[in-house]
């Protein structure tokens, strides 16, 4: 088992540098950040709960955090989207079982 002090600052280090990927819209540091988390995540999972009860409540309100910024650049995303005449697809089922996507084409003029 690894020493819980040090997962705990690896985890906020990639939570921090996950905020900095969301901020600057690095895709490349945000997918590297989440990595990072997910290793820091499953290493403290071997640690019993009570012990990091502290420390991991302030990680966890970063995270909650970010994933509030992410959620609002998904957000943007899906609206400059549609301004651009695409839609999000979602995913549906047809009477056979076949999965479509039902598209809304947008007219961006009339002549």
Known sequence: ?????????????????EREALIGHDVEALM?????KI???RELEAVPSGELSG???????????????????????NWALRHLGRVE????????GRSESTRRPRELAVA
């Open 55 to 77: 420390p991991l409540a302030e990680l966890a309100e970063l995270n909650r955090a970010n994933g509030a910024l992410l959620a609002r650049r998904r957000r943007e995303v």
């Open 32 to 36: 590297r950040s989440t990595r990072d």
């Open 89 to 96: 697809s979602a995913p549906a089922y047809d009477s056979s």
């Open 39 to 41: 290793v820091a995540l």
């Open 1 to 17: 088992m690894s020493d819980p002090q040090a997962s705990l600052e690896r985890l906020a280090l990639a939570l921090s540098d």
